[in-house]
């Protein structure tokens, strides 16, 4: 079954603070992506990252980076140095690499970000 | 290039009310799908198309119908509504290029429904 956990319902932090949001996921495809999403308070829902099921090659944007585990199916994020505009609701989703036509989504994490 | 838009953004409806959640996309893509998104339970898939004439069902379909006569539009049907479809509902689409589950969804902003 595909299936996506985030366990962190709500997290807070104090501006600055790094902070780790974590995604586990069950597939039974050998080939998938792993995506990530924003949704700020204003409800629009924001892509931030795609990542390959062949790559297990960390990435880094700016304060965001994303640790991608295949032997712990986890693809986890972390903001660094927080601000206050990175409060929003994140999810993590997956999709099998050929098909796409069914995204699991988690449940979300919502992160503040306290000034 | 307008993406995805989706009306209307607030709809208040009585209990087995009919309506029809419209979406358009202006970027020719061939997947265009709709969830709904609820306290706790993240987004769910509730139909998607492939392309014009071609429809299925995802994870939650019951009360819904859709039908897809042009690649831009996707309309969401509420037969008779319930107050278990009180939601928020997003209209997603992304391009039809292979392999087709690295295509990202670009997200309407969104119909908040409301089912007294």
């Known amino acids: 079954a595909q299936k996506v956990t985030q366990a962190q319902t709500e997290i807070s932090v104090v501006e600055k603070e790094d902070v780790t949001l974590d995604c586990v996921y069950e597939t039974r495809d050998t080939t998938y992506y792993l995506f990530w999403y924003k949704q700020p308070p204003s409800g629009e829902l924001v892509f931030l990252i795609r990542?390959?099921?062949?790559?297990?090659q960390n990435e880094i944007s700016g304060r965001y980076s994303w640790n991608f585990q295949k032997s712990t199916s986890s693809f986890n994020f972390t903001i660094t140095a927080s601000q206050v505009v990175d409060s929003a609701v994140y999810f993590c989703a997956l999709s099998d690499l050929f098909t796409g036509n069914q995204f699991y989504f988690g449940t979300g994490t919502s992160l503040t970000v306290i000034p | 290039n307008a993406g995805v838009t989706q009306t209307p953004k607030f709809q208040v409806l009585k209990t087995g009310q009919s309506m029809t959640l419209q979406c358009a996309q202006d970027m020719n893509h061939e997947y265009m799908s709709w969830y709904r998104q609820d306290p706790g339970m993240g987004l769910r898939l509730i139909h998607y198309?492939?392309?014009?004439?071609?429809?299925d069902q995802g994870e939650v379909p019951n009360g819904y119908n859709v039908s897809r006569s042009t690649t831009e539009d996707f309309p969401l049907r509420l037969l008779s509504a319930a107050p278990s479809q009180t939601s928020v509902y997003f209209c997603?689409?992304?391009?039809?290029?292979?392999?087709?589950?690295?295509?990202?969804?670009?997200f309407g902003a969104g119909s908040r429904l409301t089912v007294l």
């Open positions: 198309s492939v392309g014009a004439g071609i429809t």
């Open positions: 990542r390959n099921s062949f790559d297990e």
């Open positions: 997603a689409s992304r391009p039809g290029q292979v392999p087709s589950g690295a295509n990202v969804l670009t």
